[in-house]
């Protein structure tokens, strides 16, 4: 009798032992020994159809799923700090989370995002912090440019993210520095040819209508991501719908002396009643972006703050700003910060330096979408020179700077988990 009960009883403990070792968390804080590549893990446990917690403002926005071998292996082999708690423990932290007195709130990720990233043929290996860190966190993504976007593709995606697109046809306004380079001559050769297949006589005009495309994109619900000269550019385009302001050496015929008056700002996602720079030679689109003479600060003392939200009320930019660090090293960029008097007044400000009066990160809705703007290049590289090697993020696992860009990853995954009463 007493051998008998002997398997049972083993069984028994087996499972209690189970039930008692069931969550892994993933910490965010400065325990973590690689954040970035914490995100990747969070994505490949949702590819596996196992919802993640998303415990906003607990640890540093950590992460926490179901205890299973397989995960706490892939954990273990990419160098991701974690824990395996107890159901009485995890419990404890969801009472704390719940307490209305706490700015903190767990957000369930159910829905695995279908990521793109618009960026052309012949993009440099140093052009794009986003594919970066993408790659760097193990998260796939799809590679699509003009082809794809006219032919009607975007819909099959949830989040886009925009690659330093020049979208207003100046190729970047390079002219004056870099046109007698191969890479830039072969990038306008590109640009034309696609520009005449499908049927538009101009550069900017096939760029028009691709940041048509995206804006129904957002109007549809879906979630879009921009850095650098995407953010400016892209709601320069939407302002000068059917305006010519371009040079003859972009496209061939003169811009339209009286082009500012007529730009539409009612159009846009972010800025309001920016002046263009008419000048295509000056590495610059217009006074949205802070000059450097302006902003008159070095690498050293070049930061900017995160806001701090309500976690139970505002948790699209809670999602959006978890980190372990409140002040971000500034990079620079060819749009580097955004000037906060062109910036229109509904825009949530997510991230800025007061002193300097620029805004660096920032969100808003459109229709059924968001969209989400980062001003800089590469959170660490702070000058970003054309033709450097790109950053190695095995050397910056913990960066503050890049995690802003994976939280925006995520976002799309994101539903509000309901407490228990």
């Not at 209690?16 to 400065?30: C, H, K, N, Q, Y």
């Not at 892939?74 to 700090?81: A, F, H, K, T």
């Not at 890479?183 to 005449?196: D, G, H, I, L």
């Not at 900017?204 to 495309?213: F, P, R």
């Amino acid at each position: 009798m007493l051998l008998k009960s002997i398997p049972l009883f083993i069984c028994t403990f087996l499972l209690a032992f189970t039930g008692w070792a069931s969550t892994i968390l993933v910490p965010m804080d400065e325990s973590q020994k690689d954040h970035l590549k914490s995100y990747g893990v969070a994505y490949w446990v949702l590819s596996r159809e196992l919802p993640v917690d998303w415990l906003l403002n607990y640890r540093g926005g950590a992460f926490a799923f179901q205890h299973v071998p397989q995960v706490e292996n892939e954990l273990i082999v990419r160098g991701v700090s974690y824990q395996v708690i107890s159901d009485a423990q995890y419990n404890t932290i969801l009472n704390q989370i719940s307490d209305p007195e706490a700015n903190m709130d767990i957000m369930k990720l159910e829905k695995l995002p279908k990521v793109a990233v618009y960026s052309p043929k012949s993009k440099m290996p140093w052009d794009d912090a986003v594919t970066l860190v993408l790659t760097y966190a193990e998260i796939p993504y799809d590679i699509i440019y003009d082809d794809e976007i006219m032919a009607g593709d975007l819909p099959k995606y949830d989040w886009l993210h925009l690659h330093h697109e020049d979208f207003t046809g100046q190729y970047g306004k390079f002219y004056a520095s870099y046109r007698h380079y191969p890479w830039y001559q072969e990038q306008q050769r590109e640009a034309e040819a696609s520009a005449q297949k499908h049927g538009f006589a101009k550069v900017s005009q096939l760029k028009l209508s691709v940041v048509k495309k995206i804006k129904d994109f957002c109007a549809g619900g879906g979630f879009l991501f921009a850095m650098c000269s995407a953010t400016d550019t892209y709601d320069i385009a939407l302002a000068a719908d059917g305006v010519d302001f371009i040079e003859a050496m972009y496209d061939g015929d003169g811009a339209d002396p009286n082009a500012q008056e007529k730009f539409d700002y009612t159009k846009t996602f972010a800025f309001k009643d920016f002046r263009i720079v008419r000048n295509p030679l000056e590495y610059e689109y217009s006074n949205i972006d802070m000059q450097p003479q302006e902003r008159n600060v070095s690498e050293a003392n070049d930061f900017f703050q995160l806001f701090t939200f309500s976690a139970k009320w505002d948790p699209l930019p809670t999602m959006l700003t978890q980190n372990h660090a409140k002040t971000i090293k500034g990079f620079m960029g060819q749009t580097t910060a955004f000037r906060k008097s062109t910036v229109k007044p509904d825009v949530t400000v997510m991230g800025e330096n007061k002193e300097l009066g620029e805004i660096r990160y920032m969100h808003g809705t459109f229709a059924r979408g968001t969209w989400t703007f980062y001003g800089g290049h590469d959170p660490e590289d702070y000058q970003h020179l054309v033709g450097e090697d790109p950053t190695d993020l095995a050397l910056h696992p913990n960066s503050p700077g890049y995690r802003l860009i994976l939280n925006n990853i995520l976002f799309p995954a994101a539903k509000k988990k309901k407490q228990k009463t």
